[in-house]
């Protein structure tokens, strides 16, 4: 086995934490995937690897080593699809993150599909909706709503949402209907939001004349995921700020109210964002434009 089929199989067993998994996967016996740790492990005059009899983790040396060895293999597979722009060539491991509602009521009903098209790939798929270190987490990119605020990473713009401002019926028969900014300080509160506890919460923002405006809610609950937004506010734990395709069903079914019409907030920018362009790989490539036209009928036109 030579030495870029080491790393591929060295990315493979701490990608999976086991050498079973990486050999299964990889269609190799195991034995050979355990020479070739040790065979790198030799070259690199260190350990890569501490195993024992319930999990494999890297040690800091493997950490480095991991970093590195993804992106050689990027940079091959590259390379040898340069000329080749067939479907089945995109294979390999992908790491993508999504906000966790977005995984749950778009990406997964939808992904067989995407698997089905590309049978050579295999997505990690990770649902959060905090920032994430994508080189120090091992993740190759993030769909995002908002203002990317990391200007290391190379952002892909797939649209902006409409989002609307909503309540329940039972908190609007307890607190009343606001019907204008003036109204939300004095009587009523926001079910907060923060990416990371103790953090700054989102501020309310609204739109007069086409000028944005922001205004500091009182909130009694904190939450750091839209699926908790969103149950909350069904919940008549406050108000919230969404994206219009998020919750126009429980709109239709009289489950949320919308408030504040003339009031919405400006709409809300969807990215994807990566490391660097050198890792915008094949298989890379493929998830964005699948994943932009799948949320292409939810944009603004």
């Known amino acids: 086995m030579d030495r870029i089929e080491q790393y591929r199989v060295f990315v493979q067993v701490a990608e999976l934490g086991s050498f079973i998994q990486a050999a299964r996967l990889m269609r190799l016996p195991r034995a050979s995937v355990s020479a070739a740790i040790q065979q790198l492990e030799a070259n690199a005059g260190t350990r890569l690897l501490h195993r024992t009899t319930r999990k494999v983790s ?6 480095q080593l991991l970093l590195k060895a993804r992106q050689v293999l990027l940079d091959i597979d590259d390379i040898d699809q340069l000329f080749n722009r067939h479907q089945e060539q995109v ?23 995407f698997l089905h098209r590309y049978p050579g790939l295999q997505l990690g798929l990770g649902s959060t909706d905090r920032a994430i270190d994508l080189v120090q987490e091992g993740v190759d990119c993030v769909i995002r709503f ?77 939450v750091n995921n839209a ?15 969404v994206p219009l395709f998020d919750v126009q069903h429980l709109l239709d079914s009289g489950e949320l109210v919308e408030v504040m019409t003339a009031y919405r907030p400006a709409p809300m920018c969807v990215s994807a964002l990566y490391p660097t362009r050198r890792q915008r790989s094949r298989r890379l490539g493929a998830f964005i434009d699948w994943f932009a036209a799948l949320m292409a009928p939810h944009l603004e036109p």
Not at 181 to 209: F, K, M
Request: glycine content about 10%.
């Open 58 to 63: 890297l040690t800091e040396d493997g950490t």
């Open 91 to 113: 294979m390999g491991r992908l790491e993508v993150d999504v906000p966790s509602r977005i995984a749950r009521r778009l990406v997964m009903p939808a992904l067989a599909e």
């Open 146 to 222: 908002g203002t990317p605020q990391n200007s290391s990473l190379v952002v892909k713009p797939l649209g902006k949402v409409l989002l609307v401002n909503c309540a329940s019926p039972a908190y609007l028969a307890e607190f009343g209907v606001p019907t204008q900014p003036g109204d939300l300080q004095n009587r009523h509160v926001c079910i907060g939001y923060s990416t990371s506890a103790g953090g700054q919460e989102t501020a309310w923002e609204y739109c007069v004349d086409g000028t944005a405006q922001a205004v500091m809610m009182p909130s009694r609950v904190v």
């Open 227 to 241: 699926e908790s937004y969103i149950a909350g506010c069904c919940a008549g734990l406050g108000l919230i700020q």
